[in-house]
T-cell receptor, first 118, second 113 residues
Framework: ETGVTQTPRHLVMGMTNKKSLKCEQH?????MYWYKQSAKKPLELMFV???????ENNSVPSRFSPECPNSSHLFLHLHTLQPEDSALYLC?????????????????FGAGTRLSVL | AQSVTQLDSQVPVFEEAPVELRCNYS??????LFWYVQYPNQGLQLLLK??????LVKGINGFEAEFNKSQTSFHLRKPSVHISDTAEYFCAGGRTGANNLFFGTGTRLTVIP
């Protein structure tokens, strides 16, 4: 148990569906992240939120829409996805990203949501 | 550009044998480095970290890594592996002032009985 909880663990959806992934951190951290993990590829950073404000968006298609209502919760809203979007989506949190205290930059990950788009 | 390279995609090793998983980084600014482990159907778990200070870093489960600035390497080692060490291992690097980490492509360690 890392203190970062993701739900659901598995999700199968059609290309016309709308679904949401949820992430909750119980560590009192200020930053949260969404990553995409595809086979044979490095982890791809999708979004970064710091103090509920989006600070990074790495050219992610608009069919992925993040939401961070508070520093403990992060959502990823999905709509009209493509089969190539099938992957493991990982959420992470850190105490103080980009700060001088490197120990506060450590990221802690959830178990991920395995997404299959049919 | 900041990047992390893991030279081996798969490493098979017999139980109780030593193992080294290689990681090289490239950066022109101060860096900090991590090794994460991912067991099947799970997220990434922090194995060890180098932030500053001693270049030999000890982590959980008997793993250690050495930060070598002249060779820009951060190889992971364990003197005697167990079946339970079978997993995917990721090297990652960060840079002060940056929001994100740079991950390698991962090395799948398979421990053979």
């Amino acid at each position: 148990e890392t203190g970062v909880t993701q739900t659901p663990r598995h999700l199968v959806m059609g290309m016309t569906n709308k679904k949401s992934l949820k992430c909750e951190q119980h560590l009192g951290h200020n930053a949260m992240y969404w990553y995409k993990q595809s086979a044979k590829k490095p982890l791809e950073l999708m979004f970064v939120y710091s103090l509920e404000e989006r600070v990074e968006n790495n050219s992610v298609p608009s069919r992925f829409s993040p939401e961070c209502p508070n520093s403990s919760h992060l959502f990823l809203h999905l709509h009209t996805l493509q089969p190539e979007d099938s992957a493991l989506y990982l959420c992470a949190s850190s105490q103080d990203p980009g700060g001088a205290d490197l120990a506060k930059n450590i990221q802690y990950f959830g178990a991920g949501t395995r997404l299959s788009v049919l | 550009a900041q990047s992390v390279t893991q030279l081996d995609s798969q490493v098979p090793v017999f139980e109780e044998a030593p193992v080294e998983l290689r990681c090289n980084y490239s950066s022109s600014v101060s860096v900090y480095l991590f090794w994460y482990v991912q067991y099947p159907n799970q997220g990434l778990q922090l194995l060890l970290k180098y932030l500053s200070g001693s270049t030999l870093v000890k982590g959980i489960n008997g793993f250690e890594a050495e930060f070598n600035k002249s060779q820009t390497s951060f190889h992971l080692r364990k003197p005697s592996v167990h079946i339970s060490d079978t997993a995917e291992y990721f090297c990652a690097g960060g840079r002060t002032g940056a929001n994100n980490l740079f991950f390698g492509t991962g090395t799948r360690l398979t421990v053979i009985p």
